[in-house]
Structures are given as structure tokens and as C-alpha cells.
């Protein structure tokens, strides 16, 4: 009887733990297919990493898929690519010395031509009233 | 006033300057992030002997190469002659076989000769990753310390060997 007992136990607690994974791990399926578009494959280089095919993607999928099962948050993951691959992995370049003319240029662009747009017009201005005051 | 006209001249050579410095970059060249840092520590099975095992803890002390490759490389194929002549002058040339199956990694070996002093094996892929490896060939070079001085990404050429790798290395050696 208690034999019977334990293993009807052994059993429920089998399954329970069985579904368990399954959740858990159709959960860590969607943040990897998440994560992995943000990541980039260097082998080749224009895609992803979800993307790829190439061995060495894979192996990376594989890497993140145990790092997830490990408790390792989204972050700490991309922390630990970077490490290894720099910060060409991920897409989104962060901003530190080097990168900043890259998130920067732009704006500053923007100012020297509205600063230029600024000058020009005003002298253009002043052209006209000259002109309009010589008539 | 001249200089009014002269400026976008000027700005056009510049752009024209990166441009065409852009075009002699090599995009396929991933700086590591692992230069300066202390290479990843790893043991793994020696390739041929796997009851033995390479411990990188036992290269402390020592100026080394640690070579990635892989029979199924066509790269590493051209760059083998240079190895085995490295070799020959006894640079400490250490190998590692990445993601290959280990008959054919040591029929390679055996029929173009092996230049490594030990060759560990990685069969799966994980001491690569570990130490940022996208393409194979890969050769590091690891001071006496444990640090990574220098990453050859591709094959190792006679240029690079002359210019940087041997003078690393002597500097190394002191």
C-alpha cells in the first residue's frame, strides 16, 4: 500500500514537474527568438542572430538557450557577448567615446546647417532691404 | 572670400579621404575585446591522446600561441606550412582543434605534420566561443601573465608573422 502510495506520488510529482519544463521552456523559446534578433551573427555579418544558419549561430543560440535555463536575465547575456565578440554583436551600438559621433553626427549636422540657414537668410535680408533702400 | 570657395573643395576631398579609406578596410575584421584581458581559462581532452588533458592554468609562466583551427578549414590548410615552419624555430605553438571530428583533425596532422606542442580538442564549440572565435584560423598570443597581447583573425602571414608576432614575442620573453 505504501509502495502503491509513493509511487502514485512519484508519479504526480513526475508529471508536474514535466509540465513545469514545458512551460518554462516554451518561455525561454520566445525570449530566445526575442534576443536573438537583436543579436548579430558574425559569420555573416548582415544578419541576425536568429536568422542565421551558420554553425557558429547555432552554437551561440545553443549558449543562450543554457545561459536562460541558468536564471541569466536579457542583459547579462548581451554582457556576455560583448565580452567575447565586442560590441559589433549587438545591433544597437551602446553609446561610450567611441561610438559617439555615430549617435551624435546627425545632430550635430543638423545644427551647423540650421546655424548656416540662419546666416544665410539674414544676410539675404539685409541684401534686400539694402536694395530696396538704394530704389 | 576665397577661402568661401575653396571650402567645399576641402570638405569634399575629406569625405573622398574617408571613403576611400573605407574601401581598404577589411569589414570581415572584428576587433577582439579580449586584448589586455586574461585569455579564458579552459582544460579539454588532448586531441589523439583524450585520456590526457591541456589545462591552460599549466601555461603560466610561459609566452604562448594558441592556434584555432579545423580540417574542415580551407584557410588554416594554407596557413599550416608556416605553422610547421614556426614550429621548426620553436615558437611554443599550442593547437586548438575547433568543432572537428578528431579522426580527421588527425589525419591532417599526420599528412601535412604538426607543428603544435599540444593539441587540445573542442569538439563542440564552447572554448571558441569563450574566446570570441567567429572564423577559424584564429591565433592567439598569451604573455607569461595569462593576458591576450595580440589576435591574428585569419591565417597567419608572413608579414604579420615578421612585423608583429616575433617582435611580440621577444619583447614578451623578458
Known amino acids: 500500500m505504501i509502495r502503491n502510495l509513493s509511487l502514485v506520488l512519484l508519479l504526480a510529482f513526475a508529471t508536474s514537474s514535466f509540465a513545469n519544463e514545458i512551460v518554462t521552456d516554451s518561455h525561454i523559446d520566445a525570449r530566445l527568438r526575442q534576443l536573438s534578433t537583436e543579436l548579430r551573427c558574425l559569420v555573416c555579418q548582415n544578419s541576425t542572430l536568429a536568422d542565421s544558419d551558420a554553425p557558429l549561430a547555432q552554437d551561440l543560440r545553443r549558449e543562450i538557450r543554457k545561459l536562460m535555463e541558468a536564471g541569466k536575465t536579457d542583459e547579462e547575456i548581451v554582457a556576455y557577448l560583448v565580452e567575447r565578440y565586442g560590441d559589433f554583436v549587438t545591433f544597437r551600438p551602446p553609446v561610450n567615446a567611441s561610438t559617439a559621433l555615430l549617435w551624435f553626427g546627425p545632430f550635430i549636422m543638423l545644427i551647423i546647417g540650421a546655424i548656416t540657414l540662419v546666416i544665410v537668410l539674414k544676410k539675404r535680408a539685409a541684401i534686400l532691404t539694402s536694395e530696396e533702400n538704394a530704389s | 572670400m576665397k577661402l568661401k570657395l575653396i571650402l567645399?573643395?576641402?570638405?569634399?576631398?575629406?569625405?573622398?579621404?574617408?571613403?576611400?579609406?573605407?574601401?581598404?578596410?577589411?569589414?570581415?575584421?572584428?576587433?577582439?575585446?579580449?586584448?589586455?584581458?586574461?585569455?579564458?581559462?579552459?582544460?579539454?581532452?588532448?586531441?589523439?591522446?583524450?585520456?590526457?588533458?591541456?589545462?591552460?592554468?599549466?601555461?603560466?609562466?610561459?609566452?604562448?600561441?594558441?592556434?584555432?583551427?579545423?580540417?574542415?578549414?580551407?584557410?588554416?590548410?594554407?596557413?599550416?606550412?608556416?605553422?610547421?615552419?614556426?614550429?621548426?624555430?620553436?615558437?611554443?605553438?599550442?593547437?586548438?582543434?575547433?568543432?572537428?571530428?578528431?579522426?580527421?583533425?588527425?589525419?591532417?596532422?599526420?599528412?601535412?605534420?604538426?607543428?603544435?606542442?599540444?593539441?587540445?580538442?573542442?569538439?563542440?564549440?564552447?572554448?571558441?566561443?569563450?574566446?570570441?572565435?567567429?572564423?577559424?584560423?584564429?591565433?592567439?598570443?598569451?604573455?607569461?601573465?595569462?593576458?591576450?597581447?595580440?589576435?591574428?583573425?585569419?591565417?597567419?602571414?608572413?608579414e604579420a608573422l615578421r612585423d608583429t608576432i616575433l617582435p611580440l614575442l621577444k619583447e614578451l620573453a623578458v
Request: proline share 9%; glycine share 10%; hydrophobic share 40%.
Open chain 2, 8 to 158: 567645399p573643395l576641402l570638405l569634399f576631398v575629406v569625405l573622398v579621404g574617408f571613403l576611400g579609406k573605407g574601401l581598404f578596410l577589411n569589414p570581415r575584421e572584428v576587433p577582439s575585446p579580449l586584448i589586455g584581458k586574461p585569455a579564458p581559462t579552459f582544460e579539454a581532452p588532448v586531441l589523439g591522446d583524450s585520456s590526457k588533458t591541456f589545462y591552460t592554468e599549466e601555461m603560466k609562466g610561459k609566452v604562448w600561441l594558441l592556434n584555432m583551427w579545423a580540417s574542415w578549414c580551407v584557410a588554416c590548410r594554407e596557413e599550416h606550412p608556416l605553422l610547421v615552419e614556426m614550429r621548426k624555430h620553436d615558437i611554443p605553438l599550442y593547437g586548438l582543434a575547433y568543432k572537428d571530428v578528431e579522426t580527421n583533425a588527425l589525419a591532417v596532422l599526420e599528412s601535412m605534420g604538426d607543428p603544435y606542442i599540444t593539441t587540445a580538442n573542442d569538439a563542440d564549440g564552447t572554448i571558441g566561443i569563450d574566446y570570441g572565435v567567429y572564423g577559424v584560423p584564429e591565433t592567439y598570443v598569451i604573455d607569461k601573465k595569462g593576458i591576450i597581447r595580440y589576435k591574428q583573425i585569419g591565417p597567419i602571414t608572413p
